[in-house]
């Protein structure tokens, strides 16, 4: 136990030391840690000894000389961010060349390219740069023709990072990417106006193509019945030839004739919805016949007294 009590103590005694021996090293300015994307910027009774931008460990007194030791004590030491940041302007008032009141949007990129420009050549460099941004975008893009403000983004977007890049690369601000990512309107009036005129339009677009389509649909109608009409016309002139063929052909078998026209009287009386009586052949067929036909005839009407014979024949008279 007293060995594993030994070695526990040692093991905390060299962590705490190596803690105090580098906290120590560190204060006294013997190395500094430079992290990813950042720099240090050194300085000594208001001038710059030193700036360490790449990332790792760095021995001061081999950068920066004896000073190393005493500039944290009598100096300062400005840790920058140096990684891509963006920003985006909304809504930049500028009119076009038609007098419409327009709002521009602006998104662009910015990073740190000289820390010791950044630090004293510019009080408030990020606020500096989007002022610039934002006067160069109203200045560049203003009473610019409507179509083309609302179409050539590209060429909008170039203009301005053109006017702003030397400017900004004094206060030590390198400038990115610039993209007009929107144009709009500002005043509601007009805004309403124009949803009013776009939905005529397309009212009025909707309308004429339903018109055309209906047209269209008329005239296909037409030349279909006139064409359905001539047919029919032309079949009904030839079907009188046809038929006289037809019979004609028939004609020439007496059986399949006989046959035939048996078959259509049948039709007709069948179409017809008249009574049918079937009488046995011979005498008795015809004296049934000869009954039926008294029965069915209607009786011949008595001549009122008084009223003048029928025509052909003479008044008797009494004896």
Wanted: hydrophobic share 45%.
């Amino acid at each position: 136990m007293s060995t594993i009590t030994a070695i526990l103590m040692v093991f905390l005694v060299a962590l705490v030391a190596e803690k105090v021996l580098l906290g120590l090293f560190r204060f006294f300015g013997v190395f500094a840690i430079v992290q990813e994307r950042t720099c240090r910027v050194y300085m000594l009774f208001g001038k710059v000894i030193g700036t360490l931008d790449e990332p790792g460990l760095h021995i001061l007194p081999f950068k920066i000389g004896p000073a190393a030791f005493v500039v944290n004590f009598l100096g300062q030491c400005h840790v920058l961010d140096m990684r891509l940041d963006q920003e985006y302007l909304r809504s930049q008032p500028v009119n076009s060349e038609e007098g419409a009141p327009m709002g521009i949007g602006i998104w662009y990129e910015m990073w740190i390219s000289d820390p010791v420009s950044y630090l004293f050549k510019n009080t408030d460099p990020r606020g500096s740069l989007r002022a610039n941004v934002s006067n160069a975008t109203v200045r560049c893009l203003s009473n610019m023709p409507l179509a083309e403000m609302l179409e050539t983004r590209h060429t909008m977007s170039q203009t301005v990072r053109t006017e702003v890049t030397s400017k900004s690369q004094a206060w030590g601000y390198q400038l990115g990417s610039v993209y007009i990512r929107k144009v709009h309107f500002r005043d509601e009036g007009m805004i309403r106006q124009i949803e009013e005129k776009v939905v005529n339009r397309l009212r009025q677009v909707t309308s004429a193509i339903k018109q055309a389509g209906a047209n269209q649909v008329s005239v296909i109608t037409s030349s279909a019945e006139r064409e359905a009409a001539f047919e029919f016309a032309k079949a009904a002139a030839i079907r009188p030839a046809t038929m006289g063929r037809a019979f004609q052909d028939i004609a020439r078998e007496p059986a399949v004739s006989a046959a035939l026209f048996d078959i259509l009287e049948t039709q007709r009386l069948l179409a017809s919805g008249a009574r049918l009586m079937l009488l046995p052949s011979g005498p008795h067929g015809r004296m049934l016949a000869t009954l039926l036909a008294a029965e069915t005839t209607p009786p011949a009407s008595s001549p009122t007294p008084g009223a003048p014979p029928p025509p052909g024949e003479s008044p008797q008279r009494g004896s």
